[in-house]
Nanobody, 128 residues
Framework: QVQLVESGGGSVQAGGSLRLSCAAS????????MGWFRQAPGKEREGVAA??????????YYDDSVEGRFTISRDNAKNTLCLQMNSLRPDDTAIYYC???????????????????WGQGTRVTVSS
């Protein structure tokens, strides 16, 4: 059974940085699609970033709202997925979720429908 545990959330002022981590167990992230999502109060969950490796090539996917500010990465040796968030803005405030897609699928890497395992979330608050 796949287990995902996020950490690294917190409160920061606008312009600051945070680094989120997701520890995976019962599952090897290398070569499989993993992503970060977020859900702000009163809003739907949205895809932030995703990473996928196939045949030695790694593909990165970012939502336009975070492109150039957020960086997704993974440490295969540690079975960890990370999200480096820089130049944070108040509208980045949300609960951030780590997700894993086990098996093939047809949805976009930034669509929540593509994923079948989720962490419990970590809260990020950005104040102005």
């Amino acid at each position: 059974q796949v287990q995902l545990v996020e950490s690294g959330g917190g409160s920061v002022q606008a312009g600051g940085s945070l680094r989120l981590s997701c520890a995976a167990s019962g599952y090897t992230p290398s070569g499989n699609l993993m992503g970060w999502f977020r859900q702000a109060p009163g809003k739907e969950r949205e895809g932030v970033a995703a990473i996928y490796t196939s045949s030695g090539d790694t593909y990165y996917y970012y939502d336009d709202s975070v492109e150039g500010r957020f960086t997704i990465s993974r440490d295969n040796a540690k079975n960890t997925l990370c999200l480096q968030m820089n130049s944070l803005r108040p509208d980045d405030t949300a609960i951030y979720y780590c997700a894993a897609a086990v098996g093939p699928g047809s949805y976009s890497p930034l669509s929540s429908y593509r994923y079948n395992s989720w962490g419990q979330g970590t809260r990020v608050t950005v104040s102005s």
